[in-house]
């Protein structure tokens, strides 16, 4: 299955060595899983720091990050509960503001846009799945993935086309089309809000625990969608605290304590077959204390 997503570029050649290391600074991440292939740095951070206000006192987050994000990887981050996985994800797209420091995207800055240009902006290069679906009850799945396409482009003709074409390639039949949220299962749910985040042709696809609230089969099976659309090109970042999830991405952040403590380089994924992966994953993630 090969599902277009607008975004160029492809994994299929990337080393499959692996490379992992702890952060020699907590300040300076990023090394390029392409081996001898040039990617490009589509995000940036510059000490990226967050804070959030717990009672009285002042609860530091993120601590002075900088991080680089390449085109076409599927970057994976992990961490213990609280580390501040999600709160990453968010500051990166622009869902959330950080409290200092600086954030690239494309090389335009973006923490400073006012609310209405980061919400248009959000709009038009960034796709988002979540643990929760956030379809809407009343509308067919048609009709909410068109709602989203249709607040960028006004060519309905060719959004139901271009959101067919997708429904088709996750596997949801037009059957399935006409139906609401709650006639399908989670899987199929969670694949259609794929579909949604993918309609604008986003520059990157952010999923917050995108698996989280499935059981293993309809699991399995949105990691499919998620590993196809990468290699057919497109930028993915998610967050998950699942060992088999995380298998799927060639490069992963462990944050620990608000800083990134080490990260590795699994190369492409090549499927299930590939059993060293996960003895390389773990061993990986058990110097991060995980």
Known sequence: ????????????NATANLKCRKSKESIDVGFNRKGDTVSK???????????????????????????EIYEGDFTVIMGSSGAGKSTLLYALSGMDRPTSGSIQFFEKDIENLSNDKLAVFRRKNCGFVFQQMFLLDNMSILDNVLASGLLISKDRRAITSYAKELL?????????????????????????????ALINRPKVVFADEPTGSLNSSAGIAV?????????????????????????????????????????????PYRGEDDEGRHERLLSFLGSMGW
């Open 168 to 196: 088709t390639k996750v596997g949801l039949t037009e059957m399935i089309w006409r139906k609401f949220p709650t006639q399908l299962s989670g899987g199929e749910n969670q694949r259609a809000a794929i579909v949604r």
């Open 41 to 67: 740095a589509i995000l940036k951070t510059n000490r990226l720091s967050k804070s959030f206000m717990s009672g009285t006192q002042e609860q530091e987050v993120l601590k002075d990050l900088n991080i």
């Open 223 to 267: 990691l499919d969608t998620l590993t196809d659309i990468n290699e057919a090109g497109q930028s993915v970042i998610m967050v998950t605290h699942d060992l088999y999830s995380a298998r799927r991405g060639n490069r992963i952040l462990y944050i620990k304590d608000g800083v990134i403590s080490g990260e590795c380089d699994l190369g």
């Open 1 to 12: 299955m090969k599902i277009p997503t607008g975004v160029g570029g492809s994994n299929n």
